[in-house]
């Protein structure tokens, strides 16, 4: 191809895209200078740097509200705890006072029970038949007896009920030892005798008893065994 082909080539390209360029702005869109390639690349750059910043920020705000919430959760943990803390003492405070008010109430019974047995056992002499004194003591006897029995009923409503010795086999959980018989024909080591009475509460000892223990073999013949 000869210059002047070129040139002639050239020329009409020159006024295609010079047509171009008024065309443009009649087919809408905002006049002003076309960015190139360079400020568009930059652009994006500047676009993901804030990005990238808004979501450090983003995750600066989440831990510190997933901080937070761990710190409300433990403190709510330690609010339920020590709540939960101070009911069982709550109830541990109940459950002692009520034992001091039932051991009271048992204490009153002994002195009952002590008395009602002094007045069965009451045999009056010649000197006193003649006189009302033996029906005055029966009558004693007997309202202590009824005393006795209405109270018992109201022990065992609150779950009070004596504990069984006689007889058993000696439990040292539940019962003191206070003095030792010797009957051969008894095995040893059962309670043969009962001087003060043990009391349950519910399944708990609420008063361990006081009782007589038998005891076959004698301290020389244990020490001589050994």
Not at 25 to 43: N, S, Y
Not at 84 to 99: G, L, V
Not at 164 to 174: H, L, S, T
Request: glycine share 6%; proline share 7%.
């Amino acid at each position: 191809m000869d210059e002047a082909t070129k040139e002639a080539l050239s020329a009409q390209f020159r006024a295609y895209l010079d047509a171009a360029g008024e065309e443009l702005p009649a087919m809408g869109g905002p006049k002003g200078p076309t960015p190139d390639l360079f400020t568009l690349l930059a652009e994006l750059a500047a676009l993901k740097n804030e990005v990238k910043l808004e979501s450090r920020q983003v995750k600066s705000a989440l831990d510190e509200f997933r901080g937070l919430f761990d710190t409300l959760r433990e403190s709510q943990a330690r609010l339920g705890d020590e709540q939960e803390r101070r009911i069982e003492q709550t109830r541990a405070a109940d459950r002692q006072t009520w034992k001091t008010m039932l051991l009271e109430l048992l204490e009153l019974r002994d002195r009952i029970q002590a008395g009602h047995d002094q007045a069965a056992r009451f045999r009056p002499g010649w000197l006193m038949r003649r006189r009302r004194e033996p029906q005055r003591i029966a009558s004693l006897a007997e309202g202590m007896a009824l005393t006795l029995r209405r109270l018992d009923e109201t022990l065992a409503r609150r779950g009070v009920r004596p504990l069984p010795a006689v007889g058993c086999p000696f439990d040292p959980q539940r019962m003191h030892a206070a003095e030792l018989a010797r009957d051969p024909e008894r095995p040893t080591g059962q309670v043969v005798a009962e001087l003060r009475p043990g009391w349950l509460l519910h399944d708990e000892l609420l008063r361990p008893a006081e009782v007589i223990v038998n005891r076959t073999d004698s301290p020389k013949t244990t020490e001589t065994e050994q």
